[in-house]
């Protein structure tokens, strides 16, 4: 299969044969619009060309012109909705996974279209539009992306969607009481000015409040322990750990 960067010369293959055959006049321009909308839309194209032995590409026989615009026109709309560059990841596991799934997210039942390698943090900012989770590396690294998954905390950056349809998952929206009154760590946190620019706030606190709901007095050390998977790039370290210590009740 060409790499990402052969695209257009594929696509530019890819038109000719079809137009060869007398079909879309402007499949070029077409084509020049999936390059530019990044990979996302890859794989529909892909899905249209089949590969010989000797490398070379040929027009798979059951593509159509009909098919192959209502591809384009998928993923023309799927770009407009800003999944860029998730999507390529999202559509590269093809279709055969059911993908209109039902989560429970914050205690409530959220029906919504998941693609089959789509990640938790993906689906929450711009599916769901809880946008109090962050994505900061996308890579498992920092924290930021946290949420809870069945009580345990994760980076949702690194968990495919699909994979917690039958979980529990709660993320810093569901973390205040149903009045909005803030939970304690956020009361902590706050008192105790840990958050400074304030984007790894949000995944400091699921960590905080994983730990205090299963070791409700903590030792410094164990909150320090409990706390190491969330990176703070305005290094508020010791804050974030009094907070931490006052929402636990011993720190006056
Ligand atoms: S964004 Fe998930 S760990 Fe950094
Ligand atoms: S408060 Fe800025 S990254 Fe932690």
Known sequence: MPGFT?????VTALSGCI???????????????????????????????????????????QLTRRRFIKGVIFS??????????YLANAQSGGFAVERLITLNIN?????????????????????LDLTGTKIGCNRGECGSCTVLI???????????????????????????????????????FIAENAPQCGFCTPGQ?????????????PSRDEVRQAMSG???????????????MRASGQLA
Request: net charge positive; hydrophobic share 40%.
């Open 6 to 10: 052969g695209l257009r010369s594929s």
């Open 107 to 127: 205690g409530r039942s959220r029906p919504v279209d998941v693609y089959p390698t789509e990640t938790l943090a993906y689906t929450l900012r711009y599916k």
């Open 230 to 244: 969330n990176l703070c790039r305005c290094g508020a370290y010791e804050h974030y750990l009094n907070g931490v």
């Open 150 to 188: 069945d009580g345990v905390p994760n980076y949702s950056c690194s968990v495919l969607t699909h994979n917690v349809k039958d979980k529990a998952v709660i993320s810093i929206e569901g973390v205040k009481a149903a009045d909005g009154t803030l939970h304690a760590v956020q009361q902590a």
């Open 19 to 61: 137009s060869g055959a007398k079909t879309i006049a402007s499949v070029s321009a077409i084509s020049a619009r999936l390059v530019s909308e990044t990979g996302h839309v890859r794989s529909n194209w892909l899905a249209c060309i089949q590969y010989i032995e000797n490398g070379a590409m040929s027009v798979n026989p």
């Open 205 to 217: 606190v699921m960590s905080a409040v994983a730990l205090l709901n299963n070791n409700p007095r």
């Open 76 to 85: 023309g709309a799927a770009a407009t909705a800003g999944t860029g560059f």
